[in-house]
């Protein structure tokens, strides 16, 4: 047994090595001769580099960058909700919904049941007031001559305090509803306490007016010359925002323009349904461009510096929803690589996250850079 299995194992042998053999020697087409050549897409080489201009990646100390959408709303510190204090149907409607007003301007007129019984209770108090004003006289002059006894008199001094104290509350009453106790007339002209624009409107042309318990605000009237932005901060980046910070606004009306505001204040309870909370952002607006109801992207600066990578903005090149710079990898060598930026800075510089390091040379001009290879390539 031992003799056959090693002859077996000796032939087996004898075959690998002839098998080895014409692989090596045998026909040329059997295996190939040279190795294949892979050519990356995303690298280029040029001609003529020295045409290109190269900016060098750097690396500052820089505060980081938080965005948050939001939208502009009004004041409420510098708002008015106008009610009536009266029931009654309005009968002539001055203003509408966007109108500019001023303080005193009378918004609409109101015909109320309400005062017209208000001035007849003050019309009747006023004349039993003058009633118990003669008798206390009377009474005055009958006890100077010893006709009236002192109660008596005590009692006409009583009836007249308590008749010019309904006096007194009748006009209050006149006067609370709108009216004026010299002219007496049942219609309310409601006015303006301040002048500003009217943001919100609940009442048409000859509509009942409810009473005041339960009347809804009938306009809304806010000073825009300073507006909030309210945005919803979440709650991973609420460290990064204090109150007192600096924010830049940039509404979705006007991409090109950036408002500065300050963070006011920022909500104590977080939405359980974004998890995120409100921060309120109070901006200047003088010139009156930025209008409730508008979006806007508010970008909050950390106090604290971190070091940040930047390209210029140039150097970047928005490809099939990604960015990517040309980094130069040789004298006319330039790879095309894919980065993750974070930020712009007003002096023109992007921030990025990966994709390049400190040192690194890229083509300052993407576009321009681009648009040579693809002339090239043609």
Not at 82 to 108: E, H, P, Y
Request: net charge negative; with cysteine.
């Amino acid at each position: 047994m031992t003799g056959k299995l090693f002859l077996r194992l000796a032939l087996i042998g004898v075959a690998f090595l002839a098998g080895a053999d014409i692989s090596c020697t045998g026909d040329p087409k059997a295996a190939p001769t040279k190795s294949e050549i892979t050519i990356d897409p995303d690298v280029y080489t040029v001609e003529h580099p020295d045409l290109f201009k190269v900016a060098r990646v750097e690396t500052r100390q820089l505060p980081t960058a938080l965005k948050a959408n939001g939208s502009i709303a009004p004041d409420i510190n510098r708002a008015v909700r106008m009610t009536s204090q009266a029931s009654g149907r309005v009968v002539d409607l001055k203003v509408r919904l966007g109108d500019q007003v001023n303080k005193g301007q009378i918004l609409l007129s109101i015909h109320s049941v309400d005062l017209a019984t208000a001035f007849s209770d003050y019309q009747k108090a006023a004349a039993d007031e003058r009633l118990a004003k003669k008798t206390l006289d009377r009474s005055q002059l009958l006890y100077s001559h010893g006709a009236l006894a002192e109660k008596d008199l005590q009692q006409a001094a009583d009836i007249e305090e308590k008749a010019q104290a309904d006096v007194q509350n009748t006009e209050q009453h006149v006067r609370l509803l709108g009216g004026d106790p010299i002219h007496p007339d049942p219609l309310i002209e409601l006015r303006s306490p301040i002048s500003g624009t009217i943001v919100e409107q609940n009442i048409s042309g000859f509509e009942g007016v409810k009473s005041l318990d339960n009347s809804p605000t009938l306009f809304t009237i806010a000073d825009l010359t300073q507006v909030w932005v309210v945005c919803d901060v979440y709650e991973n980046d609420l460290g990064a925002v204090h109150k007192g910070d600096i924010a830049e606004i940039r509404p979705s009306a006007y991409p090109d323009k950036t408002y500065h505001g300050k963070v006011s204040d920022m909500a104590r309870v977080l939405d359980s349904a974004t998890r995120s909370a409100k921060v309120r952002i109070v901006l200047s607006n003088r010139d009156g461009s930025l209008r409730p109801g508008m979006f806007a992207v508010a970008t909050f600066r950390s106090r604290a510096l971190h070091p940040v990578i930047e390209v210029p903005s140039t150097a970047l090149i928005r490809l099939q929803d990604k960015d990517w710079v040309f980094r130069k990898e040789g004298p006319q060598r330039f790879h095309r690589i894919e980065v993750h930026t974070l930020s712009g800075a007003s002096d023109g510089m992007h921030a990025i996250r990966d994709g390049v390091r400190t040192g690194d040379e890229v083509i300052a001009n993407a576009l321009e850079f681009a648009s040579a290879i693809a002339e090239q390539g043609k």
